[in-house]
């Protein structure tokens, strides 16, 4: 028998608690700002030697729908698994910016790919929530999409992401240690903690985090200033 909360919190889902339909940007894991007012195996990193990303001037060729490199749309979770990798292995290696802003945004679309439609009509709810700064509100939902798929790391990310909002940098910081289990790759997750760790004054392990962003998405936005920035003010400490 479902929990009691978690009852409630799927009902209300039936009952159009959020009548408004999620923006595209929505169904996107949300970047952290960078200031406030038994589960499956997790997913193995990409092999030490994987696949040769295309050279400059190469992505211009590639057909299909923008950020795949020409790779088809997965069709089954095997599938999923091995494009991410080879999406992955893409992201370190692209050299021009916009290019790999669109390999991340359709790494992001895939991530979506792993959770079920209620776990991601939940999140989808507490985003709603969350955009209209009703924090409170939003969290049962996510709270709901974590009890229904503790294997599912978009699950933990965004649930970290309102726990943020909500200055819980603690639990925050705890779930997106649960989504980098499930996902290391996971830029999303490894960006929020870097931002959190600052804010908490936690500046080394800031840098670690970054350091290792910067390998999964050396283009991300803002994360190359970040961490220079950061790397100024850790040195000049004598750490």
Do not use: C
């Not at 001037?57 to 599938?79: C, F, I």
């Not at 893409?90 to 910016?97: N, S």
């Not at 050396?218 to 970040?226: H, K, R, S, V």
């Amino acid at each position: 028998m479902l929990p009691a909360r978690l009852f409630i919190v799927l009902l209300s889902l039936t009952g159009g608690a959020a009548n408004a339909a999620a923006d595209d940007e929505l169904l996107k894991t949300q970047p952290f700002p960078e200031q406030q007012a038994p589960a499956p195996a997790p997913r193995k990193p990409p092999a030490a030697k994987p696949p040769t990303a295309p050279s400059p001037g190469a992505a211009a060729q590639q057909k299909g729908p923008p950020g795949m490199m020409g790779l088809p749309w997965p069709k089954s979770p095997d599938e999923v698994s091995k494009t991410l990798d080879n999406l992955y292995a893409y992201l370190a290696t692209e050299p021009d910016h916009r290019q790999a802003g669109e390999i991340g945004a359709a790494i992001e679309k895939m991530w979506r790919l792993e959770g079920g439609d209620t776990v991601n009509l939940l999140i989808d709810r507490g985003e709603i929530f969350s955009a209209q700064n009703q924090n409170d509100r939003a969290l049962p939902f996510l709270d709901a999409a974590v009890e229904l798929a503790p294997q599912y790391a978009e699950a933990w990310t965004h649930r970290a992401y309102v726990e943020y909002r909500m200055n819980n940098y603690t639990a925050a910081l705890g779930d997106l240690r649960r989504a980098l289990a499930l996902e290391p790759n996971h830029f999303r997750a490894l960006d929020g903690m870097a931002k959190i760790l600052v804010l908490m004054g936690e500046k080394k392990a800031a840098l670690e985090v970054y350091n290792q962003l910067l390998k999964v998405h050396p283009n991300i936005e803002g994360g190359e200033t970040a961490r220079d920035e950061l790397k100024k003010e850790v040195e000049g400490q004598g750490i």
